[in-house]
């Protein structure tokens, strides 16, 4: 059963946009929570994260919302760049070393 | 630092043969993890060791899975006999003490079983 659900599997958005990618989870218990980044034939590098005592986090372009309540987490990238395309995966954690991670979504930046 | 090296990065093999997949975590990581990704699924996590003791294998899909830490520097995966729905990318990954939630993954092995 998939705890972590990344429920648009692709996203195109126009460089210099902001690009949005969502993450739902369904576990309660999760308070940790990370973004990765994935380009082809490599495997993913930490991109963000987050733990439950905040709804915000802030790195350069990126930054990564989290709300407790609807159990959902976002990532915007601002500006949105050629650079970004990769598939992006969310990742969450009860505690730990144990991580649940999502399907991926395959972002697009078009020139 | 090298990363995470793994081995081989591609193997294709028939039907109900024995696969072995390779790990080095990096230097001074305790944490290793093997993962399974599918279109399906995604990333799922098969296995964790922990200062080289595996911690929890409820992922392994089944018995034809096995994996070993014989020590903090290497690790295997094997899978025998191999099935067609094996086919995936496996990924390894490890983390350090000081960064437990960070894992750096290695680049992959591309198993094709026909």
């Known amino acids: 059963d998939q705890q972590v659900k990344q429920n648009s599997p692709s996203l195109s958005v126009q460089e210099g946009r902001i690009s949005i990618l969502n993450c739902d989870y369904t576990?309660?218990?999760?308070?940790?929570f990370l973004w990765y980044k994935k380009y082809p034939a490599e495997g993913p590098t930490f991109l963000i994260s987050?733990?439950?005592?905040?709804d915000k986090n802030e790195d350069g372009r990126f930054t990564v919302f989290l709300n407790k309540s609807a159990k959902h987490l976002s990532l915007h990238i601002v500006p949105s760049q050629p650079g970004d395309s990769a598939v992006y995966f969310c990742?969450?954690?009860?505690?730990?070393?144990?991580?649940?991670f999502g399907t991926g979504t395959s972002l697009t930046v078009i020139p | 630092d090298a990363g995470v090296i793994q081995s081989p990065r591609h193997e294709v093999t028939e039907m109900g043969q024995e696969v072995t997949l390779r790990c080095k975590p990096i230097?001074?990581?305790?944490?290793l993890f093997w993962y399974r990704q599918t279109m399906m699924r995604g990333l799922e996590l098969l296995i964790y060791?922990?200062?080289?003791?595996?911690?929890?294998d409820s992922g392994m899909p089944e018995d034809r899975f096995s994996a070993k830490m014989p020590n903090a520097s290497f690790s295997t995966l094997k899978i025998q006999p191999s099935e067609p729905r094996d086919s995936a990318v496996y990924f390894c990954?490890?983390?350090?003490?000081?960064?437990?939630?960070?894992?750096?993954f290695g680049p992959g092995t591309r198993l094709t079983v026909t």
């Open positions: 990954a490890s983390s350090s003490p000081w960064s437990p939630g960070e894992q750096y």
């Open positions: 060791f922990n200062n080289n003791v595996p911690i929890d």
């Open positions: 576990n309660s218990m999760f308070d940790y």
């Open positions: 987050i733990s439950s005592i905040k």
């Open positions: 230097s001074g990581h305790n944490s």
């Open positions: 990742a969450a954690s009860p505690g730990g070393d144990q991580f649940y």
